[in-house]
């Protein structure tokens, strides 16, 4: 069993920042890749970026220049810092991991439960 969990998110008013962390626990082998997303009330649920466990790193055109994602290794967790937030960053940020457990020779997709991050103007 595999389990992502989230924290970091909250109230924060526009141009202020926050950070979120994802830790991956329970029976896991190896880490492709993690990263974030994001679904705003009515919309589909939307890549923020992700980082590949031998450091590569993309991310949406709309953070590009505030958001940085990061990661370390060795405590299977990935961060985003979140600068310059607007209202439109206004969001559950869902945590994604591409991991091999040790009870499978696949790759699977896992998700947090996702945390709330509310920007006001």
């Known amino acids: 069993q595999v389990q992502l969990v989230e924290s970091g998110g909250g109230l924060v008013q526009a141009g202020g920042s926050l950070r979120l962390s994802c830790a991956a626990s329970?029976?896991?082998?190896?880490?492709?890749?993690m990263g974030w997303y994001r679904q705003a009330p009515g919309k589909q649920r939307e890549l923020v970026a992700a980082?590949?466990?031998?450091?590569?790193?993309n991310s949406a055109d709309s953070v590009k220049g505030r958001f940085t994602i990061s990661s370390d290794n060795a405590k299977n967790t990935v961060y985003l810092e979140m600068n310059s937030l607007k209202p439109e960053d206004t969001a559950v940020y869902y945590c994604?991991?591409?991991?091999?457990?040790?009870?499978?020779?696949?790759?699977?997709?896992?998700w947090g439960i996702g945390t709330l991050v509310t920007v006001s103007s």
């Open positions: 994604n991991a591409n991991i091999r457990s040790r009870w499978s020779s696949r790759y699977m997709d896992y």
């Open positions: 329970g029976s896991i082998f190896s880490i492709n890749a």
């Open positions: 980082i590949t466990s031998s450091g590569n790193t």
